[in-house]
């Protein structure tokens, strides 16, 4: 990649900035359909940002097609939307097939679990740590990289996967106020002797939504749970996030409040809410953007993670098809790409942004009004309910039904099987 010439046998040369969900997916869908591929992450490991996630089924199906070993990654299980005292208000339903092939609604995980299946597909030599971006020029024929360590590199196409606060966005397109959703989430996790009971709920009071969904992790069942308000972002943390979550329970199921009573406080985090506005352009000349850098969601959609895996599938396809040396072609892939996930993405996640501020930020006055049309109508089946399972089959449906893609250097692993 530091060198002037492609190498022989190769599409073109790839660099993709930020390890995360969407620069991991980029890198092994890229390398998938040809590409010489470098992956540069500035912290000296991997890191996980953050403990407990939830796969829907289309990120399931890109991580197979792209090499990802998706067997037993998380615990499936069907979601309810329901209110403090047990009453079910919507049900995510999705169809049978789809229900039938990826075990009900969305997988639970540890997010380090689906770290650590990526890296584990990832070629040797692909990953380059300690490397942060500082300084991108597009020369037209390629583009320069220059990091925070000395190093340059130089590629055909850079990706830009790296996050909220993307230096290739800013370098791209300058730099936009965050929005501040005023909320915080306090989520944990636990393992369990025996198998959970396959049913995940997301309930609210007026105030606090308090849910909870199995885990799969290394072999272990569990589940993860999580507490999310409204929140002053300029206010400091709770000081003791068990005793707060245990506080904020009181009134929810017997079963939540034990399993927060069971968690063991290392395995508690917090985190403020932020996304942006959705943007209306991503990519310029040879650069472009995936997951969070183009599109940060909040976890009210559970999709943000799923979205930037989703993205880097889609932008290696469009990327095999052109001639990577005429900039035109890269530059009208590039629009061909952003141009279809841009509609998928700003629906999620603007929709994502309202159900936070609807149950979190209605005017006091309003709440009671609010619960008595979720408890006693199709209101919140038909916005959450029936919205979400649109989303999914459609871009169920956009992914190719192809058999899994071995890497490499996993090839004489998956014979000897
Ligand atoms: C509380 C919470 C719960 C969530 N729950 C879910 C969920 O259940 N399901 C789901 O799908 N999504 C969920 N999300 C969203 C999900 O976490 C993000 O959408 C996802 O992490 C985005 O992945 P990404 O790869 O685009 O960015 P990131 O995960 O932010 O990765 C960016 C990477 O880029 C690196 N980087 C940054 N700048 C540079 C630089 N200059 N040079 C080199 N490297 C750099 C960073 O170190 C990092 O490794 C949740 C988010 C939050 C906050």
Redesign the pocket.
Known sequence: MAGEESVAGSKGRIAI?????????AALAAIRVGFEVTL????AE??A??N?????PP?QKVLKLIGVDTHDLGAPCKVFFKNAKGGVRAEIRLTDEVEREYGGG?IGLL?WGLYQRMLEALPPGVLRLD????CVEDRGRHVRLN?ANGDQAEADVLIG????????RKHLWGDKPIRHQKLH?V?GYLFLDSPPDGIGVLSHNRTTQVSYTPIRHEGKWGYEW?VLEACDPDAPPPADLHAFCVERAAGFSRKVRDLIAATPREHLQR?P?RDREPMGQWSKGRVTL????AH????Y????????IE?GYFLARELAGADIEDTQAVRDALQRYEDRRKPHTSRVSQEAYHTGRMFHHLPAPLRPVRDLVFDHTGFLQRMVGDAMPQHIISQLAEIEDAPPYVPAHRRGEAAGR
């Open positions: 900035v930020g390890a995360g969900p969407g620069g991991m997916a540069f992450e500035r912290f991997v890191r940002a953050g407990i996630l939830n796969l829907w990120p969305f997010r490397h942060e971006l500082t990091f996967a790296d996050g909220i606060n993307s230096f290739v989430l989520g999580w985190w809410i995936v997951g969070d850098a940060p969601t909040s976890p959609a559970a999709y943000g993670a799923g979205m930037s993205d």
